[in-house]
């Protein structure tokens, strides 16, 4: 299944999830599909305009040809034609403290890198945003950043670098191929109740205004059954 977002004022609020406030390393995983496309819009992130950490569809993004990642701030370039509508894809995107500048955040759609970051200012850990709640496609604090309107589906975040491999087994993985350093497994599947967090971390979602909808297909991965 998945949430579907009304490209107003739609969002799931995950709380604040241990780990990431000075973090050295990050990964989320996600299914996406745009109904439409809108110029910039927060896919998940971490406090106001990203400033812990945002993975966002950037200024350009309906001419899909650019990300902003902010870990708090930076650019990438991503390939032609990232971003459409009426399709599902998956897309991962892993921040890695450790490694040099210019590989620290790198992104995958559909289990393949399409870009690294090389934005100089990349810490080597993340900043302290104290208690403030990891949010899936509300706006980040920035209203010019609100999620249109788009569907997103099995959400998951680790407090790790995952590699290549590990992100092109999540692809094709309904369930957390790495339990190691999992922090939220959100497959959006209930239609009565907020989102379950099955990591075990109990970091389970309040919804404000989005709907249970059908997700991927079953080639992704994705059950069809529906949990009541």
Do not use: C
Not at 75 to 92: D, K, N, Q, R, S
Not at 188 to 193: D, G, I, K, L, P
Request: hydrophobic share 40%; no cysteine; aromatic share 10%.
């Amino acid at each position: 299944m998945a949430l579907d977002f009304d490209g107003v004022d739609d969002q799931v609020d995950h709380g604040d999830i241990a780990g990431i406030d000075s973090g050295s390393a990050l990964s989320v995983a996600y299914w996406l599909f745009y109904d439409t496309l809108a110029t910039a819009d927060n896919h998940i992130g971490k406090t106001q305009a990203g400033v812990n950490f945002s993975f966002i569809s950037g200024s350009n993004a309906a001419t899909n040809t650019t990300w902003d990642l902010q870990i708090p701030a930076g650019t990438i370039t991503a390939v032609e034609g990232m971003f459409e509508t009426g399709v599902w894809h998956h897309y991962g995107f892993t921040y890695d403290g450790a490694v040099a500048t210019t590989q620290k955040i790198q992104a995958y759609r559909d289990g393949v890198l399409i870009s690294t970051a090389s934005y100089a200012a990349h810490t080597t850990s993340m900043p302290d945003t104290g208690a403030n709640g990891v949010i899936v496609a509300g706006n980040g604090g920035d209203a010019s950043r609100a999620f249109p309107d788009a569907k997103i589906a099995n959400v998951k975040l680790w407090t790790a670098a995952l590699t290549a491999a590990e992100i092109t087994q999540e692809t094709h993985s309904h369930r957390p191929v790495r339990t190691a350093d999992l922090r939220l497994w959100a497959p959006y599947e209930s239609r009565t109740a907020d989102p379950t967090d099955y990591s075990g971390a109990g970091n389970h979602g309040t919804i404000t205004g989005a709907l249970v909808t059908d997700g991927p297909p079953v080639g992704g991965g994705f059950p069809v059954q529906v949990i009541p």
